[in-house]
């Protein structure tokens, strides 16, 4: 069973960053496509952004390309998501999500692993 934990959620004003990070608690972290799924009060969950096992292939949501980028480290186990020029429509609780097969995926019905979540918030 693999815990996934994120961390680096806060309060930032609008057009400012942070950086979330997720931690795996077990090496088969390298063989799983990751992602960062996002959900603000009222809204269902949706695709924020996610990475391939290598990292060579990454795929954001309109919203958020350009601002944000997703990253990982294998030897670390961790996944990251900077997220740049916040708006306050990117405030939410963000996930990140594990997905055996390592392929970057999309729909948040592939990812069998989840972490509890850190909420952003970003003031106008």
């Known amino acids: 069973q693999v815990q996934l934990v994120e961390s680096g959620g806060g309060l930032v004003q609008a057009g400012g960053s942070l950086r979330l990070s997720c931690a795996a608690s077990?090496?088969?972290?390298?063989?799983?496509?990751m992602g960062w799924f996002r959900q603000a009060p009222g809204k269902e969950r949706e695709f924020v952004a996610a990475?391939?096992?290598?990292?060579?292939?990454?795929y954001y949501v309109d919203s958020v390309k350009g601002r944000f980028t997703i990253f990982r480290d294998n030897a670390e186990n961790t996944v990251t998501l900077q997220m740049n020029s916040l708006k306050p429509e990117d405030t939410a609780v963000y996930y990140c999500?594990?997905?055996?097969?390592?392929?970057?995926?999309?729909?948040?019905?592939?990812?069998?692993?989840w972490g509890q979540g850190t909420q952003v918030t970003v003031s106008s």
């Open positions: 999500a594990g997905a055996p097969g390592g392929v970057a995926e999309l729909r948040s019905d592939v990812y069998k692993y």
């Open positions: 990475i391939s096992w290598s990292g060579g292939n990454t």
């Open positions: 077990e090496g088969t972290f390298s063989t799983y496509g």
